[in-house]
């Protein structure tokens, strides 16, 4: 067991320090990619410019029903941007594939009368009319590389219409090629500089500028603005290489409500509708997750013909067909926060504080080890070796006497205060010599150089006539006979 727990000790020891290592080297960029279980329903509504929420009609949005009537008309309106975005295939451990459906509902209409209108649902055979409550519909695919969530060009599509059945979406779809800036996340370790962000209203990237830091439902984040610069919505052309439909309009002047001098009522008057829009997101810079978000959002009809030979008033006419500023809701950013709170909760654990708690525990179970070791080692270095002097205890346990000499010229003669008196030996009386032993066998222990081991007081008792004495010393009673 001794030996047993110095080993076990080493052993977790060296394994802990080297999974200190391993761990930020291996885990780390295992969780730094785009999670392929990703699915995202975010929902943002219309408020008034400011940002404040409670307006019932803070947007601005084009009857479509009026093309139909005399006049051009816009009402005021509440609209609900809703988006889902999913993992679809082609997937994998080097890309993601993000399929982001959105759609704009219109919840609720104010007339020129006053009055609120709640738009109707699709019919039943699911075709939509100029009243119906959906407003635009699309679905965005794209590739992302998994560790950088830049597009990779694997795919990159926008589909501008419902896909009948049996119809591949592809036909139903638009290529956007050259796509390079972020959209539903952006990278890892994000820094306080601009970026590439990818606007598909307009289909093009723009300029994300740092403008400060926010804490938002106690998370830090980098806050980025987007201007999208006027587009002329009428170049982007839809699946068939045309332009989209209500991207270009041609009415009589009348109708658009244009007069002033140059300008016939009945003068056919042709108007493209632009898109400009100003776009606010909050990210988290450790994991890119985009908290917050929110979208000013402007689209216009206007004259694609600015030069002098257009009347004045036909350059400088402008009619809403969706001006409105969306805000993400307080659930969708509650929701946002606490993913991107997980997520860096799961860096930090993977690249901090398992590897600090590994390496300390590590360091820990090899200094015990080095602790054993050592004393160890010195209790052994403590044992008495052969040129030692053994002292009386090791001597009593039959330690090695070798090399001890026995000198009887040394040996100090003690007369017991007790013992009987007794007569001189007579001249030329043998004496016996008490104290000496046979030198014990090999083992039992060391043999003086003489052959003998002292192991008592020497007592020499002259031999004498007669009965010998008794005495109680250190050998006991002692009977000795006639000589």
């Known amino acids: 067991m001794k030996r047993v727990l110095p080993a076990v000790l080493a052993f977790f020891g060296i394994a802990c320090i080297t999974a200190a290592i391993a761990v930020p080297a291996w885990l780390v960029p295992q969780l730094r990619v785009v999670p392929l279980d990703l699915d995202i329903t ?11 929420p409670g307006e019932r009609f803070p947007a601005v949005i084009f009857d479509r029903c009026s093309v139909g009537e005399a006049k051009a008309q816009t009402f005021g309106a ?17 890309q993601a594939t993000v399929q982001s459906a959105q759609t704009v509902q219109i919840d609720r209409t104010r007339t020129a009368d006053g009055e609120e209108v709640t738009p ?90 740092f403008v400060g830091e926010e804490t938002i439902k106690g998370v830090k984040t980098y806050h980025f603005v987007t201007e999208v610069p006027e587009t002329d919505l009428s170049s982007l052309p839809n699946p068939q290489n045309e332009a989209a439909l209500g991207t270009m309009l041609t009415m009589p002047a009348k109708w658009w409500g244009i007069t002033g001098t140059g300008v016939k009522p009945n003068d056919s008057i042709n108007m493209h509708r632009y898109a400009t829009a100003t776009r606010h997101v909050w990210v988290e810079p450790a994991t890119g997750t985009i908290v917050d978000g929110r979208e000013d959002q402007h689209q216009y009809f206007r004259s694609p013909d600015q030069s002098e ?93 070798e090399g001890v000499a026995a000198d009887e010229s040394a040996t100090e003669v003690v007369e017991r ?6 007569a001189e030996p007579a001249a030329g009386a043998p004496t016996v010599v008490l104290g000496k032993s046979p030198a014990p066998a090999v083992g039992d222990g060391a043999a003086t150089d003489d052959g003998y081991m002292w192991d008592r007081p020497t007592q020499r008792i002259p031999k004498v006539d007669g009965p010998a004495p008794r005495t109680d010393g250190d050998f006991g009673p002692v009977d000795r006979p006639e000589r």
């Open 309 to 401: 030979d257009t009347a004045q008033p036909i350059r400088d006419f402008r009619l809403d067909a969706l001006k409105a500023t969306f805000k993400w809701s307080d659930e969708t950013v509650t929701q946002q926060a606490a993913r991107a709170d997980k997520y860096y909760g799961q860096l930090r654990l993977g690249g901090f504080w398992l590897p600090l708690i590994l390496g300390i525990v590590g360091v820990l179970l090899v200094l015990a080890w080095l602790f054993l070791f050592w004393r160890g080692r010195s209790a052994r270095s403590g044992e008495p070796g052969d040129d030692e002097p053994l002292d009386g205890d090791a001597y009593a346990a039959g330690a090695d006497t």
């Open 78 to 94: 509440h609209l609900t941007q809703q988006r889902r975005s999913v993992i679809i295939e082609p997937s994998d451990s080097r």
């Open 417 to 422: 205060p007790d013992a009987p008196t007794v």
């Open 120 to 209: 109707p649902g699709p019919n039943t055979s699911g075709d939509l009319t100029c009243a119906s409550g959906l407003l635009t519909a699309t679905i965005d695919r794209v590739s992302l590389n998994r560790k950088t969530s830049v597009p990779n060009g694997t795919v990159s599509s926008l589909q501008l219409e419902a896909a009948p059945e049996g119809v591949d979406p592809k036909d139903v779809s638009v290529q956007l090629t050259n796509r390079k800036g972020f959209q539903y996340k952006f990278g890892f370790d994000v820094q306080q500089r601009s970026y590439l962000y990818y606007d598909t209203n307009t289909r093009q990237d723009t300029e994300a500028k």
């Open 42 to 52: 975010s929902d943002a509504t219309t408020v008034a410019t400011d940002g404040s």
